[in-house]
Each structure stands twice: as C-alpha cells, then as structure tokens.
C-alpha cells in the first residue's frame, strides 16, 4: 500500500515539473517578474482561498498532509500558486474582474 502512494507522489512531482517547465519556457524570464509584480494581490487573495478549497473539499488531501509533512505542503504550495497565478493573470485581462479583486488592468 505504501508503495503505490509512493508512485503516485512520484507521478505529481513529474506533473508539476513538467507544468514549471511548460511556465518557464512559455513566459520570458522578466515577463514573469513583471506579471508577478502586477498580478500580486490577485494571487495572494485567491491562493489563500485555493488552499482552504483544496484542503476542504478535495478527498485524500488530509491523509497526504498527515503522511508526507514536509513534502505535501511543498507540492500543495507550488500547485495552488501556479493556479492562482494563472487566474490572476486572466481575471487582470478583464475590466470589471480586475476591479473586483483589485488589481490594475494592464
């Protein structure tokens, strides 16, 4: 049993390499400093609220938080920031979503 959850952990950390690759190649270096820069508080709101999501309504999340303490969090951080990231990034392409969290439009 314990191996098979040892696959899969191993499986999401490809996932998630291959995600970072796809993000840093696609997005040059200074554009991600600079959208990171514009889209801070849009991230920032949304990340806490994609944690508490995940962690609330997705099964089996617990039981991997109680079981890999240092590397679940990790894995947990890294994907609910590319996703916050990503819908910041989309909600600031947009007027009135941008006014609703509070970021500037680009």
Excluded at 94 to 100: E, F, P
Aim: net charge positive.
């Amino acid at each position: 049993m314990k191996g098979g959850t040892t696959i899969i952990s191993i499986s999401l950390l490809r996932v998630l390499a291959m995600i970072f690759i796809v993000f840093y190649h696609c997005i040059c270096f200074y554009g991600i400093w600079h959208s990171l820069d514009k889209n801070s508080l849009g991230i920032y709101i949304l990340h806490h609220c994609l944690i508490w999501i995940v962690l609330l309504y997705v099964p089996g999340v617990k039981t991997l938080m109680c079981c890999y303490q240092y590397v679940a969090p990790f894995i947990l951080f890294i994907a609910v920031f590319m996703a916050s990231f990503a819908l910041a990034y989309f909600m600031n392409t947009n007027h009135y979503t941008a006014q609703l969290i509070g970021l500037k439009r680009k």
